[in-house]
Nanobody, 126 residues
């Protein structure tokens, strides 16, 4: 099993920044990638970004490209999501997730991720 704990959410004004952290523990060696998803009230959970643990390759959804940066610290088993130029439409509960194996096709699917954190609220005021 892998346990994930997110932190770093909060309330920020539009144009501001936040950094989310996701600390992984347990059988982390069984996972190959980490991802961030978000879910706004009344909407489905959507993919935000993903990073490969070994080579650091990343992929983002179009709406956050150029504003968000996903990174990882392998020594700390921690993934980060740096969010700049935040917009009110970024308001959501943000979840980190870990996957045992991703493909280029499946990397944006929530069903491809095996472990999930509890989520952290990000609220962007206008």
């Amino acid at each position: 099993q892998v346990q994930l704990v997110e932190s770093g959410g909060g309330l920020v004004q539009a144009g501001g920044s936040l950094r989310l952290s996701c600390a992984a523990s347990g059988r982390t060696f069984s996972t190959s990638a980490m991802g961030w998803f978000r879910q706004a009230p009344g909407k489905e959970r959507e993919f935000v970004a993903t990073i490969n643990w070994s080579d650091g390759s990343t992929y983002y959804t179009d709406s956050v490209k150029g504003r968000f940066t996903i990174s990882r610290d392998n020594a700390k088993n921690t993934a980060y999501l740096r969010m700049n130029s935040l917009k009110p439409e970024d308001t959501a509960v943000y979840y980190c997730a870990a996957s045992k194996e991703l493909t280029l096709v499946s990397r944006t699917w929530a069903s491809s991720y095996d472990y999930w954190g509890q989520g952290t609220q990000v609220t962007v005021s206008s």
